[in-house]
C-alpha cells in the first residue's frame, strides 16, 4: 500500500487524456482476434474461452478496447459499472496484476491509465500494485510515458504527493528534452500544485515557443494551458493571447463542455477577451438545437446563459423549466448559479430549480449548500422551508469543520440569512481557525460577526460580548498577519477581494505600512495588481504610487499593454501627479499606442476616460474610439458584458465624449449622448439631502429671495449641479424669470426641452456670470485625507468650460466648528460666491 500521505488531497477536475494506440499488431491471432471486436460482450467472450493463452500484450489491449468504446458513448449510455463487475474483467484483473514484472514502461502506465478510467477504485490492489512499480521505474520513463502517469496521480487526486513532487523535480531537470506541446501542457497541468516561481515561468516560456511550433488545430493543448495558468493564479497575458487566438481558429470545433471550461477560466483569471466572448455566444447559439439530453444542456446553459440576449434566454429558460426534474445534483448547482449570474426574474423557473435542490441537500458539500444559499438569496427566492434547511445545515458543518476557508465562507453566508439565535458553538468554531485564516477568510468573518453584533438585540443575554470579544481577536490576527508578511506577491494576491468597514478601520493603515516596508519588492509583474488594489481604497499615499510611476517608467516593457489601464488609474481616479509625471502619463500612452487594434474595446475606452480625468487627450486614441468602425464593434460586445460592466462603459463613453466636446473641439467629435442622458434623468431620481436643504435656505437669504437660485440643474451636456444663481457685471444677483424666454439655441444645440429640461444654453446679459453651486460630500474626497478626486476636479473645469463660476463647498469645512452658526454659513457663502467671483 502506498503512504496515506500520498492520498490525502483537494479535488480539482481534470480532462481525460486523449488514448494513444501503441500495440503493434502483427502475425498473433489472438491480438486480431481482440482488435476485430465491435463492443465488450465480444472481448469477454475471447477473454473467457483464451484465459491460458492470455499475455501482457493481450490483456493490456483488451482493458484498452474496453476503455475505448465507453470512451465513444454518450456519458449517459456508458455501463462502466456493469464492465468493472463482469467475471471477465476480473480475470483480466488477475492477469494483468499476476504480469507487471512482465510488463514494459509504457504498457504499465497505459493499463494504470485505463484502470482507472474503467473506475477501478484507486484503493484496488491493482492500482496500488501499478503504482509502486512506476514509481520504482520513474527515472527511466520518456516524457511521454512521465505525462500519462502524472494524470494517473492527477485522477487519484496526489496533487500535493512525494510522487508529484518527484515528477516535477524530473520535469525541471529534463524541460529542454520536451519537444511536444501536449506532452508538455499536460505535465504543466498535473505539477501546476507543485512548482517554484522559476519553474513557473520556464515551463511558460517553453509553452509559448513550442505553441507557435504546433499544428493550430490542436486545440486541447491551449486548454490545458490556460487551465494550468488559472490553477497557479497567474494571469500571464501574452500566452493567454496566444492560447485565446487558437481558440478562435477553433471556435467551430469547441462544443461546449471546452467553451465552459475556457469562460471560466478567463473569468478566474480576469480576462476578459470580447472577441472569444462574441464567438462563444455565436459558436454556443448554434449548437442550442444539439443539446437534447440533460448533461449536455445543463453545460450549454452555463456556458451560453450569461451571453445571450433576451430571446435566446427566455428559450434556454423554457427548456430548463422541462428538463429540471432530470438533472443530477451537481448540474442543478451548475444552473442556480448561472441563473445567479444571469439575474433571472423568472419566478417560476426559481421557485422549480429551488425544489429540486431542496430534494437533494444531503449530497451537497458544506461550501456547495454555502453557494446554493447564496445564489437562492441572490435570485430573492421565497422558500421559507428551503431556507430553514439550509440554516440548519449550515450550521451543522460549522460545527465541525476545521478547514479555515470553509469556516469563513460558511459563517459569511449564514449572516446573509434572516437574524436568529446563533448557538454558542459557532463563535468558538470561528474563534479556534482564526489564526490559521488569510486576510480574505478574515475579512469576511469580520463581516459577518459584526452583522450579528448589530443584531444583538434579538441573541441571549451575553452573546453580544461573545461577539465583541470574538472580533478584538479577529482585529489582532489581522494586525499580525501583516506585521509578519514578507512578501508582496502573496499580499496583494490576499487583499484582492478584502474591503469594507472591517478593513478601513482596523487594517487600512497598518497595510499600507506594510506595502511601504515591501516597497523594493514592487516589479513590472505586480505594479498593475497594486496599482488597482490602491485604486479600490480610495486612499492617497504619495509614497506608493510614486513608486508605482517610477517601476512603471523603469520597467514599461514588462508591463502587458492591457495592464498599463489599471496602472494608470489610481493616479487619475486620485488626482495625484507623481515626479516626472509628464514623463510617466506620456510612457504609458506610447507604450498602448501601438496595440490599439488588439484592445477590446470597453477597455480602451476606459482607458480614453482615464486619460481624459487628467486632462490627457492623445489625438490618435481618441480619434480611434470615435471612429464609426470602433464604435460600432463596441456596440456588438456591449451586450456580452456583464451588465454592471455594460451599464459602467456606456456612462464613461458619454463622460468621455462630454470631455472631449468641451476641451478638443479642435477633434471635431460631434456630441451624439443627448438621448442617452435623457434616458439617464428619466431613470434617476434626484434627492436632496438635509445639508442640501439648509445651503438652499442660506442662499435664499444671502442673495435675495427663493427665486435668486435655482437647485437641481442641468447644465448643458448634463452636468449636474446642486444650485445655479446668476450674477450681473456688477456681481449683483438676478432673480430667475420665465426661462423660456431667455434662451436661444446656440451651436446648433437643442434649447429647453417640452419637460423643462436644460439642453441648450441660456443667453447672459453683457457682463453676467452664471454660478455653480456644489456641496462635496466625502465621496468626493480621498478616504485618509482632503485631496480632491479626479473626478470632481475635471467637472469643475468642465463647467468653467461652459462659462461658469464654481463654488464648491467641501463637507468637512460646512460641518465645522467655524461654521456653527447661520451668519457663519452666509458669510461663508457671501465670500465664496462673491469675492471669489470677482
Known sequence: MLPLKMLRLKHICYPSVSFYRSWVIGCDSLLDQLSSCSNEDQIFDLVGKNKAKLSVKHVGHAINLLWQFQKERPQMLRTIDCIRKHPQFVVLHVLAENKIDLMDDET???????????????????????????????????????????????DQHMYHSPLMGEITDIVSRKLESIQDVRILSSLM??????????LRNRLIEKAEFLLDTRDPLQFNNSRRIVQFLRNIKFSYRPLLEKCNKIFLQNIKNLDADNISIILGVYQSLHFNNCDFRLAAKWRLTELVNAHTDRASFARLFAALGPLSGPVVRERLESVTLLMVEEFSPSQTLAVIET????????????????????????????????????????????NPELYAELRRMLVSYLHLSVIPYEVSMLTRVLSLLPSTRIDHLIPARVGAVLPQCNLSDLNALAIAISKWVRNGSSYQSGTAAVYMKLLQKLNKCGLERLQKADRMDLLIEELKFV?????????????????????????????????????????????LLDQIASVTLEHINKIHYSAIYATLLPFTILNYDPPQAEEF??????????????????????FGYSLALAGYFPEDIIKTIFSVDFLAKLDSQLDILPDALNMRIRLRLMELNRAVCLECPEFQTPWFHDRYCQQLLHKGNVSVSAIQQQIQAILGQLLGGSNYAKASVFTPYYYFIDFECVLNKHQKPLPYVDQSTMLLSKKGKMPWGPGNEFIGEKQLLPGAQRVAVDFLDAKAFCKNSHHIKGETVMKKRHLEILGYHVVQIPHFEWNSMELSTKDAWIEYLKQKIFAEGS
Open 108 to 154: 504499465l502506465v497505459d493499463m494504470l491509465y485505463n484502470a482507472l478510467r474503467l473506475n477501478v477504485e484507486p484503493h484496488d490492489s491493482l492500482v496500488q500494485q501499478f503504482m509502486v512499480e512506476a514509481w520504482g521505474r520513474i527515472e527511466r520513463f520518456s516524457m511521454a510515458t512521465l505525462s500519462k502517469f502524472a494524470v494517473c496521480l492527477t
Open 499 to 543: 474591503s469594507g468597514e472591517w478593513f478601513e478601520e482596523v487594517l487600512a493603515e497598518e497595510t499600507m505600512a506594510t506595502f511601504e516596508r515591501l516597497i523594493d519588492q514592487m516589479t513590472g509583474s505586480n505594479v498593475p495588481e497594486f496599482a488597482l488594489f490602491l485604486t479600490k481604497t480610495n486612499c492617497l499615499h504619495t509614497v
Open 585 to 606: 502619463f506620456e510612457s504609458c500612452v506610447q507604450h498602448i499606442r501601438p496595440h490599439l487594434n488588439l484592445c477590446d474595446p470597453h477597455l480602451l475606452v476606459l
Open 339 to 382: 441563473m445567479e449570474e444571469m439575474e433571472c426574474r423568472n419566478p417560476h423557473l426559481i421557485q422549480r430549480v429551488a425544489s429540486s435542490l431542496y430534494k437533494h441537500l444531503n449530497l451537497y458539500k458544506p461550501v456547495d449548500i454555502a453557494r446554493i444559499t447564496q445564489a437562492l438569496l441572490s435570485l430573492r427566492c421565497q
Open 189 to 198: 497541468l498535473s505539477i501546476s500544485g507543485m512548482i517554484s516561481t522559476r
